[in-house]
């Protein structure tokens, strides 16, 4: 399911449900429909960069094992590497911290679900 967050400050960011669940987690908001009051912003923005900051200090770690699991299996040692196509928890929600900064130097808030 996709949820689109709507504020005055910044053009509509789309998400989808599942890779904004961890920060609903976070804000202790749900999904369907909510509000991240203009007061909200300025605490959201700092968890929001605080798992960021958690998630990149672990995504490497998660890369070389994902690694060492594909080329030390059944078959023998491989020296290539994998190519990895995912997109960072940091890239992915970007966009939705921007619009947090925007909202709260504007003093807006931030709607989804309606």
Wanted: with cysteine; aromatic share 4%.
């Amino acid at each position: 399911m996709l949820i689109t967050f709507k504020c005055k400050a910044s053009p509509d960011v789309t998400m989808y449900e599942h890779h904004v669940q961890r920060i609903f987690e976070l804000l202790h908001k749900e999904a369907k429909i909510g509000v991240i009051t203009a007061a909200e912003t300025g605490p959201a923005i700092e968890l929001l960069q605080g798992e960021i900051a958690k998630t990149t200090a672990h995504e490497k770690s998660a890369e070389v094992e994902r690694d060492v699991v594909a080329h030390h299996g059944e078959s023998g040692d491989d020296s290539g590497h994998e190519t990895t196509e995912r997109v960072a928890y940091a890239a992915r929600t970007r966009p939705l911290l921007d619009m947090l900064i925007a909202a709260n130097k504007a003093g807006n808030d931030i709607l989804w679900g309606i």
